[in-house]
């Protein structure tokens, strides 16, 4: 694992289950309002990384499944997990058509999956995650850390 303050973080993982503890890292560091957006190409890892989150919200990570042809999950709790999958939207003017209000809600925690389609509309201070094959089992993950609140989760999830 390597990254500072100033530059992107990025760490291998070398299983499902390496991907889920990261998960579960960050989804104890969000809070209210946070929105994660994931990219990464098909079979990245980015569901299972949504499931650590999960589980790192004191949910059951076996719930969380992809919202591919619903396009949206939430997940009830004291602040509510919202799972945005954007792969079958056309680009922003789709997204557009989203209720983005409650999406971005700062009564919730929202993760976006292909992130990509949401394109201008992200919230300023997302975090940029994105996830690559490395090998079969090997995923790289980064995390772009240009805002305060990016850095900030990055030394949450990073701190022993």
């Given at each position: 694992m390597k990254g500072s303050a100033t530059s992107d973080w990025e760490c291998v993982s070398a299983s499902v289950e390496e991907t889920l503890a990261?998960?579960?890292r960050l989804g104890r560091a969000l809070r209210p309002g946070d929105v994660v957006a994931l990219h990464g190409a098909l079979g990245s890892g980015k569901t299972t990384l949504v499931q650590g989150i999960a589980r790192g919200l004191g949910r059951d990570p076996q719930t969380v499944k992809s919202p591919t042809f619903v396009l949206m999950r939430e997940y009830p709790g004291a602040v509510p997990l919202v799972h945005v999958d954007g792969y079958r939207l056309e680009?922003?003017?789709a997204v557009a058509?989203?209720?983005l209000e409650m999406i971005f809600s700062p009564?919730?925690?929202?993760v976006i999956e292909w992130a990509e389609r949401f394109a201008g509309l992200l919230p300023e201070e997302?975090?940029?995650?994105?996830?690559?094959?490395v090998s079969t089992n090997r995923r790289r993950m980064r995390l772009a850390l240009r805002?305060?609140?990016?850095?900030?989760?990055?030394?949450?999830?990073?701190?022993?």
């Open positions: 990261l998960g579960e680009g922003a003017a058509w989203l209720d009564r919730k925690m929202t997302a975090l940029e995650v994105h996830l690559d094959h805002t305060a609140r990016a850095q900030a989760i990055a030394q949450q999830i990073t701190s022993p």
